[in-house]
């Protein structure tokens, strides 16, 4: 969550939401990392999971992430816990809830969803405070 947390704070560099990720193989390897990057790139699919996942798979030579952990420093949005369960990676960990926008307990599980045929390990709330304390930083600063 440490090298996620570098990540984010590298988002505001680019005025981007400051949102970190990194994806671990079964060794604990980095082999995906990932910051928001909607703003700098002009891509509405720039968040941090989705660059993190992505890097993964090419690292991978492959889209499935068997065995792998994705840790990201905010609950991911719909899109993001699609793409999660999608790539079919093995436990989720992330920092802070976003109660506005979070598909992994908040608002919707989509990663718990028995309907669909993979479901995650989810571990929520890891350094829950450093997370939110730069988002509401950053956040403050564009009030």
């Not at 990540?7 to 671990?24: S, W």
């Not at 790139?41 to 993190?52: I, K, L, M, N």
Request: hydrophobic share 45%; charged share 25%; proline share 3%.
């Amino acid at each position: 969550m440490r090298a996620a947390l570098d990540l984010a704070r590298a988002a505001l560099d680019g005025g981007d939401v400051p949102v970190g990720a990194v994806v671990l193989d079964p060794s604990g390897t980095v082999i995906g990392t990932g910051r928001n990057v909607r703003e700098v790139a002009a891509d509405p699919t720039g968040h941090a999971e989705v660059v993190a996942l992505r890097e993964a798979a090419t690292a991978r030579g492959g889209w499935r992430l068997d065995g792998c952990t994705l840790v990201v420093t905010l609950e991911p949005c719909t899109m993001c816990a699609g793409a999660t369960v999608l790539a079919r990676v093995e436990r989720l960990v992330f920092g802070a809830y976003d109660e506005k926008a979070g598909a992994v307990g908040s608002l919707w599980d989509v990663v718990r969803d028995r309907r669909l045929n993979h479901r995650p390990q989810v571990v929520a709330g890891v350094l829950a405070e450093e997370s939110t304390a730069l988002l509401e930083e950053f956040f403050r600063a564009h009030r």
